[in-house]
């Protein structure tokens, strides 16, 4: 089992930043990649951006390219997201993820079900 433990959401104006952290603990030796989700109201859950823990290769959903950044820290088992230009469409519930699973077409990580391992989600609020 892997535990997953979210930080970093709050309130923040349009054009502000954001560092949400997730902490994983657990058997996350195994990790393969880590990702964040969001959902807001009403909503389907949706990809955002995932990382090869191992690699550090990356991908971002478009709505996210360039003003997102993935990062991790291996000694700390921890994954960032750092979001800048924040909009009030980015407003939601921020979910980390995590796999021990290996997949050849990495494209499938942008799927929900590719992932066993979920956060408790953190609230991210952007006003207008």
């Known amino acids: 089992q892997v535990q997953l433990v979210e930080s970093g959401g709050g309130l923040v104006q349009a054009g502000g930043s954001l560092r949400l952290s997730c902490a994983a603990s657990g058997r996350s030796l195994g990790t393969t990649y880590m990702a964040w989700f969001r959902q807001a109201p009403g909503k389907e859950r949706e990809f955002v951006t995932f990382?090869?823990?191992?690699?550090?290769?990356?991908y971002y959903a478009d709505s996210v390219k360039g003003r997102f950044t993935i990062s991790r820290d291996n000694a700390k088992n921890t994954v960032y997201l750092q979001m800048v230009s924040l909009k009030p469409e980015d407003t939601a519930v921020y979910y980390c993820?995590?796999?021990?699973?290996?997949?050849?077409?990495?494209?499938?990580?942008?799927?929900?079900?590719?992932?066993?391992?979920w956060g408790q989600g953190t609230q991210v609020t952007v006003s207008s």
């Open positions: 990382i090869n823990w191992r690699y550090d290769s990356t």
């Open positions: 993820a995590a796999t021990t699973t290996y997949m050849s077409n990495r494209r499938a990580y942008v799927n929900t079900d590719a992932y066993g391992f």
